[in-house]
């Protein structure tokens, strides 16, 4: 497979980005740097925030900003696209419009994952902005799979860890979480769905199990795979 260049719509956030950019260099097979993925990475964190405009608190649309910086990345050679954020694929047919390459669907190929390693019932753990959207119920359900999303109070718990913890900069609340995975559990998940790249930074924090599904570890293996490279072993 001819090898493609790569294009990271970054800032969505910006420790996620620089997340993905590290996971994807990890998890390529690689011995030397000729071997890794080539990537263009943007980290505009000037992008509106995503939930704020899904939910009404703001009238500032994240999409044109975004379809600016997917034209920016395939002018300097990008031939396939991905976006670290799942709540921004709330917009994700406007941004496939806008774009002149593929944007790999970070959802839906998450819910695919879970369905193939033989989840039944999903916990959604994901901003509000990505919830009220349902696009990972509607994903869950496509592929079969049953999506659990938390209590008001539960979610306002994981805005905070995403909001007041991660995008902070500070270390994500180990108690506060022990909250929301118990919950989820007494709901009868199956797995966890990371549906936030901040909660991938807390799986690396708190050192997660595999009972949480990575959103943010799916796309950036399918990126690789995509751009014709192979995944370490």
């Not at 996971?23 to 980290?43: C, E, G, L, P």
């Not at 395939?74 to 806008?98: D, K, R, V, W």
């Not at 769905?193 to 997660?208: A, P, W």
Request: charge should be negative; hydrophobic fraction near 40%; aromatic fraction near 4%.
């Amino acid at each position: 497979m001819e090898k493609k260049t790569l294009g990271i719509v970054g800032g969505v956030g910006p420790l996620a980005t620089m997340f993905i950019g590290e996971m994807i260099v990890r998890r390529t097979k690689a011995v030397k740097d000729q071997d890794h993925v080539n990537s263009i990475i943007t980290n505009n964190t000037r992008i509106p925030d995503r939930t704020a405009f899904i939910v009404g608190d703001s009238e500032e649309n994240p999409i044109p900003v975004m379809i600016a910086d997917m034209e920016r990345l395939t002018s300097m050679g990008a031939e396939i696209l991905i976006i670290p954020c799942n709540t921004a694929h709330t917009f994700y047919q406007e941004l496939q419009q806008g774009s002149p390459v593929p944007v790999i669907h970070m959802i839906r190929e998450t819910m695919k994952r879970a369905a193939d390693e033989g989840a039944a019932k999903v916990g959604i753990l994901a901003t509000t902005g990505t919830v009220t959207s349902e696009v990972y119920q509607r994903a869950a359900k496509d592929f079969g799979l049953e999506p659990v999303v938390p209590s008001t109070e539960i979610q306002e718990k994981v805005m905070s860890i995403i909001y007041d913890n991660v995008k902070a900069g500070k270390a994500a609340d180990r108690e506060k979480w022990r909250e929301i995975e118990n919950y989820m559990q007494v709901q009868g998940c199956d797995r966890l769905v990371l549906g936030c790249t901040e909660l991938s930074i807390v799986k690396k924090e708190l050192e997660l199990s595999e009972y949480h599904l990575d959103s943010l570890l799916v796309l950036a293996e399918l990126a690789i795979l995509s751009c014709g490279y192979e995944l370490a072993d």
